[in-house]
């Protein structure tokens, strides 16, 4: 893989599999879908934004009391097509996370912090990530996305893994709902390729209604 000059991941050999292009044309429903999804995402993440304003605060002083450094943490991630943003997100782990390189998040991992416990478990640390919404780089529902480096070990070890890409990612998708953090790459492949190819209003709800679910069990939390 690489990066051309556009800041999009490339990589020329891969064919991908899966395609919206095969699934909801019909009477030109895909293309309606697609439209009214971006638009309910920006309207539905400037409400997100206006009403979690108090809890944002909250989160924050919390974060800046128990350690210093910034309170949101941005780090790359791949969109869709393999453009590249920074992914907005409230800090939950000790400003030298990373000092020995990228690592996935382990369970009852070290790094992270009493707070950044908490608000990894019900998922306040997400909240920051409606400003990506708005800006167009997610959309509240899509495959989470993942850092460039990962992305490429992955599509190495499990060929179409980058086929997650054909849609803009999340903040909450049908992988994150049925597993988060416990499931494989590729059975996080395997969930987000079921929500490409049967994504509707319909499904879209279903995982929004599984996400308030989430948020108050934490499931799939690290």
Request: net charge positive; aromatic share 12%; no cysteine.
């Amino acid at each position: 893989m690489y990066n051309d000059q556009n800041g999009l991941l490339r990589e020329p050999a891969v064919s991908v599999e899966v395609s919206i292009r095969e699934k909801k044309y019909f009477f030109g429903f895909y293309s309606f879908y697609t439209y009214a999804k971006r638009i309910s995402d920006f309207l539905l993440a400037l409400i997100g934004v206006v009403l979690s304003l108090p809890i944002m605060l909250v989160v924050a002083l919390a974060i800046r009391l128990e350690s210093p450094g910034s309170v949101f943490f941005m780090q790359e991630r791949v969109g869709q097509h393999g453009r590249l943003f920074k992914i907005i997100k409230f800090r939950s782990m000790t400003m030298d996370a990373e000092k020995n390189g990228a690592q996935w998040a382990q369970k009852n991992d070290s790094r992270v912090t009493r707070v950044g416990k908490f608000i990894r478990k019900t998922r306040l640390d997400e909240i920051p990530q409606f400003i990506n919404v708005l800006k167009g780089d997610m959309s509240l529902i899509g495959p989470r996305p993942e850092r460039p480096v990962f992305t490429e070990q992955f599509n190495e070890e499990i060929p179409g893994f980058i086929n997650r890409l054909e849609v803009k990612p999340g903040i909450t998708g049908w992988a994150q709902v049925n597993g988060g953090y416990e499931i494989t790459p590729k059975q996080k492949l395997e969930l987000d390729l079921y929500y490409i190819k049967k994504s509707s209003f319909r499904l879209d709800v279903k995982i929004l209604l599984k996400t308030v679910g989430v948020v108050f069990t934490g499931d799939g939390a690290r």
